[in-house]
T-cell receptor, first 117, second 111 residues
Framework: GDSVTQTEGQVTVSESKSLIINCTYS????????LFWYVRYPGEGLQLLLK?????QKGSSRGFEATYNKETTSFHLQKASVQESDSAVYYC??????????????FGSGTRLQVYA | DTTVKQNPRYKLARVGKPVNLICSQT?????MYWYQKKPNQAPKLLLF???????READTFEKFQSSRPNNSFCSLYIGSAGLEYSAMYLC??????????FGKGTRLTVV
């Protein structure tokens, strides 16, 4: 089946430092997977941070960016300078928008980001 | 109102008893979903309604039921709760190829 792997359960970063959260995927049943990053802020529901539909493209939002790399099957999330307000849980996800409804998502297990001042 | 509401936020249930979780949205979304989230695990899609058509994932087919009496409401029903059902249950909704909105979740504890 299809799967998403996030190897770090928690990442702690000092404010203004750079960040990378790793995500790799395996899409055995999807020819052209679509990739997403969702974020859950404390006390809130999951919300879409960014998405990339096409391999080789980059998505960006709120200073975060991620590039869909088909060769390495990766979709790492990066930010040049994090803020305390970025503290949240980040989930990588994939879907097949060609054959599935938009909310049919395969998620990774999430990475908790803690930013300290 | 662009929120997905889930009630209750916390629920305690006894082993062997039924559980009914409620979700609502007023965005006229055609699709509503239920996910299960256990600690240190990925959110897992259980089922979704596209309009009045229920789609259940193969590996959870017999464990969960759902109903959607109208466009705004969707329930998740567990006929006989077991300890393994303790989890956070996330409801979400969407329309066409638009944004997916998630609720804050219901934390179910089975004792």
């Amino acid at each position: 089946g299809d799967s998403v792997t996030q190897t770090e359960g928690q990442v702690t970063v000092s404010e203004s430092k750079s960040l990378i959260i790793n995500c790799t995927y395996s899409a055995t049943s999807i020819a052209y997977p679509n990739l997403f990053w969702y974020v859950r802020y404390p006390g809130e529901g999951l919300q879409l941070l960014l998405k990339v539909i096409t391999a080789g493209q980059k998505g960006s939002s709120r200073g975060f960016e991620a590039t869909y790399n088909k060769e390495t099957t990766s979709f790492h999330l990066q930010k040049a300078s994090v803020q305390e307000s970025d503290s949240a849980v980040y989930y990588c996800a994939l879907s097949d928008l060609a054959t599935q409804v938009v909310g049919q998502l395969t998620f990774g297990s999430g990475t908790r980001l803690q930013v300290y001042a | 109102d662009t929120t997905v509401k889930q009630n209750p936020r916390y629920k305690l249930a006894r082993v062997g008893k039924p559980v009914n979780l409620i979700c609502s949205q007023t965005m006229n979304h055609d699709t509503m979903y239920w996910y299960q989230k256990k600690p240190n695990q990925a959110p897992k899609l259980l089922l979704f309604y596209y309009d009045k058509i229920l789609n259940r994932e193969a590996d959870t087919f017999e464990k969960f039921q759902s109903s959607r009496p109208n466009n705004s409401f969707c329930s998740l029903y567990i006929g006989s709760a077991g300890l393994e059902y303790s989890a956070m249950y996330l409801c979400a909704s969407s329309r066409d190829w638009g944004k997916v909105f998630f609720g804050k979740g219901t934390r179910l504890t089975v004792v």
